[in-house]
């Protein structure tokens, strides 16, 4: 998890959130290097978006996107605003819950019970 927190780091820096850390979009390639993937909802969350930015703005987001069972509360809820590094440190510890306990940490029998249960985000 440290190689994935060092490309968020870079991001971070750069101003952009990926948005939607999960298991499945961290990769080890074929010489132990870690690869970050699937930056397709990541967002800019630089004070003022810059007219040739290549991700949409945060105060552009006004509903959930990413994986619900893994997503923090300003996600499940849309709240666009509220996006920031935290939001990708918040997904990285999901990570990590899944990898101590063998599930992600919101669960449900349908989607809205699992954006619910990532709305509370009981821990």
Do not use: C, Q
Request: hydrophobic residues 40%; glycine residues 10%; aromatic residues 4%.
């Amino acid at each position: 998890l440290d190689a994935v927190g060092n490309a968020l780091a870079f991001a971070h820096m750069k101003g952009i959130v990926h948005r939607d850390l999960k298991p499945e979009n961290v990769m080890v390639g074929e010489f132990g290097e870690v690869l970050v993937m699937d930056w397709g909802i990541a967002v800019d969350v630089r004070e003022k978006p810059e007219a040739d930015a290549r991700a949409r703005h945060k105060s552009t987001i006004r509903s959930p996107a990413g994986t619900p069972s893994y997503m923090p509360p300003e996600l499940a809820e849309g709240r666009g605003a509220d996006i920031g590094p935290w939001t990708d440190t918040y997904l990285l510890g999901a990570i990590l819950h899944e990898v101590l306990t063998g599930h992600p940490p919101h669960r449900g029998d349908t989607l809205l019970a699992v954006l619910m249960a990532a709305s509370a985000s009981k821990p």
